[in-house]
Nanobody
Framework: QVQLVESGGGLVQPGGSLILSCVAS???????????MGWYRQAPGKDRELVAR???????NYADSVKGRFTISRDYAKNTVYLQINSLKPEDTAVYYC?????????WGKGTLVTVSS
């Protein structure tokens, strides 16, 4: 079992920046075997979509809409994955969810709300 807790969301003006964090806890066996972690988001009335993902080998991929603005990184010592968000746009407003894949299972956090508005 893996528990994921996100933090760092909030209200920010267009053009601003945020850093989202997601801490993994629970079974050390499962945490050490996480093959990938990612950030997804779900805007009101829309489906959940992948924003950024990082594998255990450090390979990353991003949604086209966030390339060049978002950066995902992982601190293995802290069991934490980060999402640096720059140049925020109103269309980035959404609940951002952390995801971890391990032992054939998908785990999700409860999400953190990012609102971009002037």
């Amino acid at each position: 079992q893996v528990q994921l807790v996100e933090s760092g969301g909030g209200l920010v003006q267009p053009g601003g920046s945020l850093i989202l964090s997601c801490v993994a806890s629970g079974s050390i066996f499962s945490i050490n075997r996480i093959s990938a972690m990612g950030w997804y988001r779900q805007a009101p009335g829309k489906d959940r979509e992948l924003v950024a993902r990082i594998t255990s080998l450090g390979n990353t991929n991003y949604a086209d809409s966030v390339k060049g603005r978002f950066t995902i990184s992982r601190d293995y010592a802290k069991n934490t994955v980060y999402l640096q968000i720059n140049s925020l746009k109103p269309e980035d407003t959404a609940v951002y969810y952390c995801n971890a894949q391990t032992n054939g299972m998908n785990y999700w956090g409860k999400g953190t709300l990012v609102t971009v508005s002037s």
